[in-house]
């Protein structure tokens, strides 16, 4: 996450490393407020989480329907992979 990729990144700073230069650190989230506060500013994944939301509630939704009309709903839910793309910064 990018909270966890923050502190790794004031740990190296104690440590005596340099990001990028050493280590490259990534995190995960594109938490903003985050990751263009820290030093230097991450690197991270970006994922929609409003857009992650909407699926959510429409295989909810989606599943909560099919249950009444099919029984025990045993049948598995669908795996569903949502897009990201990496935010480049300067810790990677």
Request: charged residues 25%; negative net charge.
């Amino acid at each position: 996450s990018d909270l966890m990729a923050s502190g790794a990144l004031r740990i190296l700073r104690e440590r005596g490393r340099t990001v990028p230069q050493d280590v490259a650190v990534v995190g995960f989230d594109d938490l903003t407020p985050i990751a263009e506060t820290t030093d230097p500013p991450l690197t991270t994944v970006h994922q929609d989480i409003e857009e992650m939301g909407r699926l959510m509630a429409r295989l909810l939704c989606n599943r909560t329907a099919h249950q009444s009309l099919q029984g025990d709903g045993s049948q598995g839910l669908p795996s569903v992979v949502t897009p990201t793309r990496l935010v480049l910064r300067k810790s990677a």
